[in-house]
């Protein structure tokens, strides 16, 4: 049945009226109507394409028997604000997107739902919306941008930050410099490499909320434009079979999915990400589940930040779907996908085709996936570590801490060299209340990499990390800085023991001189007293509950 036709005789004319106003025609009516949300705009390069995407979905509904009815909310990019406090606001994006979709599906009933999607907190705002709604639905990713290939190396966006930590030390020419961050966007989609926006999009193909294959195309790709012709066709065949997202998203396949994350070596805000879906169906997915598959699930995928390789060569090497075939004796191969089929049945055909680019469960990069769960007296709630690529000297670390209360003054003291081998730089006051928002904090790493200090530094913070950074800084301490947590007691000079095998972080003082150190210790004032920002550092939710605008009061 038609959503719509809960409404009596009346109302129903009325609507009726106005659609007739914006020129459907009866016959368009009587069809199940389907949503069609596009996230274009001309404020990203990550989604300059899906404008043209939409079209093709609108054209595959109209083949599949339905109505489209195409509305619009711009994706962001987190990589925009540049660090700025411009970034404080995508990770509350994601619940007021989940929220926007909610206010426009249910106010002109749509029968079923696309999502055209692309970047970081986009996919998660959608797959939110998707289970909160729980109308038959479909995702369709935008694919990633090309990397270009300058003077015979790889380019891509997200080395800019390393090459002007580069370009200060002399080692790369401003001319250089200034050429590179010409040719570093090579076209539409996410980062090429495996930072949020893609590892999200295999989430969402590995959920089953993607037709197969769609996480590992190419912005560039036609098969792009096939897939979303393909997508309008399916989510009518949705709606006619009553398959709706609560169906698709189980508790097994959200293992599935997680322990496709630690195969990947993929972005720490997956942690972020994957707990708030699952709470739009309340499901609790908590840090111990991630840790104990992690534990479970080999590193497979050489594929960078975390390995060697860009997406267009993991495309190459099979995609996900190969990925998939060869995790299936570690999954829950059962689990029912948008296409009808199982997941299993999905990938059976697939095929690895580059062992160097996709490893064997037999021969792996490493034993354990790539994400660690670390508690002690600095975390007693949680801290993350992207571990994929860690050389076994990375594993087990001590030094004194540098303590820092923002990015700024932290990457002030790196480009002017009073950062050193073996400090355990803090910084804090970067969680959900304290930033507030979460922003991405990625400059700081980028500036250590390019600086060549990455292995020998480590970072430690309430923050969230850009998923393109390289593993080994612990993110996600908790409890956050605002909120008392040890990490707002640290000084300069205090020693902080890292265990990664026994998944540790320690502050190494008394417990009672962090006791004495607590009960001094006074929270920071409130930095917004109004809009957005206000309503964020009383209502988000602690990092290890996903983060998500808090909805009892």
Not at 272 to 284: F, G, K, N, T, V
Request: glycine share 12%.
């Amino acid at each position: 049945m038609k959503r719509e036709n809960i409404l009596d005789a009346a109302s129903l004319s009325h609507r009726h009226a106005k659609l007739k106003g914006l020129g459907y025609t009866t016959e368009q009516i009587e069809k199940p109507l389907i949503g069609v949300l596009n996230s274009w705009g001309e404020i990203n390069p990550g989604a300059g394409h899906l404008d043209r995407l939409a079209k093709m979905v609108k054209s595959g509904i109209e083949s599949g028997g339905g109505t489209p009815m195409e509305f619009a909310i711009s994706s962001l990019c987190t990589g925009m604000p540049a660090g700025s406090r411009g970034g404080s606001y995508s990770l509350a994006y994601r619940d007021i997107v989940a929220d926007f979709v909610e206010i426009v599906a249910e106010e002109n009933f749509f029968d079923g739902i696309v999502f055209t999607s692309v970047c970081d907190d986009v996919v998660p705002a959608h797959l939110m919306a998707a289970a909160r709604l729980d109308l038959p639905s479909i995702i369709l990713l935008g694919g990633y941008m090309l990397p270009k290939i300058y003077k015979g190396q790889v380019r891509y966006a997200q080395q800019v930050g390393s090459l002007y930590a580069e370009m200060k030390k002399g080692i790369v020419s401003e001319n250089e410099f200034a050429n590179i961050v010409d040719i570093a966007c090579g076209n539409w989609g996410a980062c090429p490499v495996m930072g949020t926006g893609n590892t999200m999009g295999a989430v969402a193909e590995t959920l089953g909320m993607t037709l197969p294959g769609n996480s590992t195309v190419s912005g560039a790709d036609p098969m792009l434009g096939r897939l979303a012709y393909q997508t309008g066709v399916q989510v009518v065949s949705l709606v006619k079979k009553g398959t709706k997202p609560s169906d698709i998203l189980t508790m097994k396949s959200f293992e599935n999915a997680i322990r496709v994350v630690m195969a990947l070596g993929g972005s720490t805000n997956a942690l972020i990400h994957i707990p708030a879906i699952a709470a739009e169906l309340e499901m609790e997915i908590n840090l111990s589940l991630f840790d104990s598959l992690s534990r479970q699930v080999p590193f497979i995928c050489n594929v960078k930040p975390s390995g060697k390789y860009t997406m267009k060569k993991f495309d190459e090497a099979g995609g996900l779907p190969a990925l998939l075939k060869e995790l299936t004796p570690l999954l829950h191969p059962g689990t029912i996908t948008v296409t009808g089929k199982t997941l299993l049945e999905n990938v059976q055909d697939a095929e690895v085709f580059d062992r160097d680019i996709i490893f064997s469960l037999a021969a792996p990069l490493a034993k354990e996936g790539g994400v660690a769960i670390l508690r002690g007296n600095l975390a007693s709630n949680g801290a993350v570590i992207k571990i994929a690529g860690l050389n076994k000297e990375d594993l087990k670390k001590r030094g004194p801490a540098k303590v820092f209360d923002s990015e700024g003054e932290a990457c002030e003291s790196l480009l002017n060299g009073k950062i050193d081998e073996g400090d355990m730089v803090v910084i804090r006051y970067l969680g959900p209340k304290g930033d507030p928002g979460m922003r991405i904090n990625s400059k700081f790493l980028w500036l250590l990499s390019g600086m060549k200090l990455d292995r020998s530094v480590t970072l430690i913070s309430d923050g969230r990390f850009s998923g393109t950074n390289l593993g080994g800084a612990i993110g996600h301490v908790s409890p956050e800085a605002a909120e008392g947590g040890a990490i707002a007691i640290i000084r300069d000079g205090d020693i902080i023991e890292i265990d990664i095998p026994e998944r540790n972080v320690t502050l190494q003082i008394p417990e009672e001189e962090i006791k004495r150190r607590l009960d001094s210790w006074n929270p920071p004032q409130r930095k917004f007293k109004n809009g957005l920002l206000a309503r964020i550092s009383t209502t988000m939710l602690s990092i290890e509950k996903g983060a998500i605008l808090q909805r009892d009061f």
